[in-house]
């Protein structure tokens, strides 16, 4: 993997802050923010995948004017102001390539339609007959049409109707790189799509899970490090580009990791350690050891687990985050378990909850928006129930499910199955086949192979009890689920 070679160009013209948005978040951080959008939109029925990047990039004027998705969404949360009042320029003035004056950026909204997944079953006729105008108006981000044909195309998951961007750019530069030519070096629309593919797999494993969308995402990543071999034009763009390879390569790796191929997992968490060592990013090196210590307690390597975390949080000290440190001090505890060293684990339990006390911040990385009070309540049932103590895991996966918002459907059926296998273990086999049945009702949206294993252990510990009409129900049912590929 080369360098990106960096060159002079003529500066971008400034984006001119949002300070009226600004103002609209108050106190909130840019996380809080984006789940008050995010519950907004479920609340007038539009599905809108906002994060504290999405917030940053409107509060520093990156997005001139939201897509109607957003738009629509944002009224509904300040009721009585115009896009204007909240500080955006109007939609006239950011349409087409007319609109741009010299050096001035054309970004203007976020490149995917955010809408649910079932306005996807549209038929061919329909979408071809949609005006060209109104198409462009839903992927205003990128300077051509054909890139953002490239952006319009959908893949589907098997087992669930789940529409996500083809990544655009980087979808051409795979194109050119099949076909031997040179890879062109990559701009700000090319970095712009890799983020947002970054965003989309992790909205997508939220609500469905890993097993459907991991072959998929192989060939980004590949793009992503072919681009990375071009170089980039600028070096704060040749800086985007290695975060952004990073993190795909990390997302990517939570994919293998959550679908069980370990190994894969191990290489591309490897490799997304690389980039951020290369390029002397300490959020990202702290991400990778992250998932690095995850992965070998899954693994059962729990004292590599240990000193993955210990790495991480090195790296992350400097960074300022309190939750970042909570969660890495919650993957330390999770190896110690797994060592049966239960004093180690209390102690980076304690600082888990400490750190995660002193609340939010501007640090808190982007893609932490994940990590809220029912993962540290998951996490926390996780430790418990390697050491052994069932009941205490058991009060943990019920306060993570209960704490869950249904919009993380797969956190929502890991904790019912966490929960689950506590109270069979823990003997309390109605109640166990009773959270076991909610867990089902879910498979449906969710494809995770770790929440197979799991619900197949609990299956085993609750045989003895098949004549209860709860367990016997619950072991039916589980029997007739077809059998993961």
């Known amino acids: 993997m080369a360098s990106s070679t960096v060159t002079s160009a003529q500066p971008e ?48 004027g990156e997005i001139r004017c939201p897509n109607y998705a957003y738009e ?24 087409g390539r007319q609109a741009r004056g010299a050096g001035e950026s054309w970004e203007a909204g976020e ?39 490239v952006l319009r195309r959908a893949f589907m998951t098997s087992g669930a109707t789940v529409a996500a961007a083809s ?15 040179p890879t062109r070096r990559a701009g700000t629309g090319e970095v712009g799509a890799l983020e947002e593919a970054v965003r989309r797999i992790r909205l997508l494993d939220d609500r469905h899970g890993a097993d459907g969308l991991y072959r998929r995402a192989a060939a980004p990543l590949r793009t992503a490090y072919a681009l990375l071999d071009a170089g980039a034009s ?16 990390i997302s990517v790796g939570w994919l293998a990791h959550d679908s069980g191929r370990f190994d894969d997992a191990r290489s591309h968490y490897a490799e ?5 060592r290369m390029n002397g990013d300490a959020g990202l090196e702290a991400h990778a050891f992250c998932n690095m210590a995850f992965l070998a307690r899954d693994a059962g ?46 102690q980076a339990l304690v600082r888990a909850q400490t750190f995660y006390g002193r609340g939010p911040s501007e640090t808190d990385p982007e893609w932490m928006s994940f990590y809220g009070e029912a993962e540290l309540e998951g996490l926390e049932a996780q430790c418990w129930s390697t050491l052994g103590d069932w009941p205490r895991a058991a009060r943990h996966a019920r306060r993570a499910a209960d704490l869950q918002d249904p919009h993380f459907t797969r ?62 129900t619950f072991l039916d049912r589980h029997g007739a689920l077809p059998r993961p590929a």
């Not at 990544?167 to 030519?181: F, H, I, K, N, V």
């Not at 993955?308 to 378990?337: N, V």
């Not at 867990?439 to 004549?467: F, K, W, Y």
């Open 13 to 60: 013209r400034p984006p001119r802050p949002n300070l009226a948005f600004r103002r609209l978040r108050g106190k909130r951080s840019p996380a809080e923010f984006a789940a008050a959008v995010r519950r907004a939109a479920r609340e007038i029925g539009e599905r809108v995948s906002c994060d504290a990047r999405y917030v940053g990039r409107v509060e520093a």
């Open 72 to 95: 629509r969404v944002f009224l509904h949360m300040f009721p009585g102001r115009t896009l204007t009042d909240l500080g955006f320029a109007p939609r006239s003035s950011v349409r």
């Open 111 to 149: 490149p995917y339609k955010t809408h649910d997944t079932r306005d996807d079953r549209d038929s061919r006729d329909t979408r071809s007959n949609r005006s060209n105008r109104h198409t462009q108006d839903l992927y205003e981000t990128h300077d051509n049409n054909e890139e953002s044909d």
């Open 167 to 181: 990544l655009g750019p980087l979808g051409l530069a795979l194109d050119a790189a099949a076909a031997g030519r």
């Open 234 to 249: 600028r070096q704060a763009t040749a800086d985007r580009l290695y975060t952004g390879a990073g993190e795909l390569a």
């Open 272 to 276: 997304a350690l690389a980039t951020a």
């Open 301 to 346: 390597r729990p004292r590599e687990a240990v000193r993955a975390a210990q790495a991480a949080q090195r790296a992350a000290r400097p960074l300022g985050s309190d939750r970042l440190m909570s969660l890495l001090s919650l993957r330390e505890a999770g190896g110690w378990a797994g060592l049966a060293d239960r004093v180690g684990c209390e």
């Open 411 to 472: 956190n929502l059926a890991l904790y019912s199955a966490e929960l689950a296998d506590d109270l069979a273990r823990g003997g309390r086999p109605d109640e166990a086949a009773g959270a076991g049945l909610r867990v089902l009702d879910l498979l449906n949206e969710v494809q995770s192979s770790r929440i197979h294993t799991m619900l197949a252990g609990t299956t085993r510990v609750l045989l003895p009890h098949r004549r209860s009409p709860t367990v016997s």
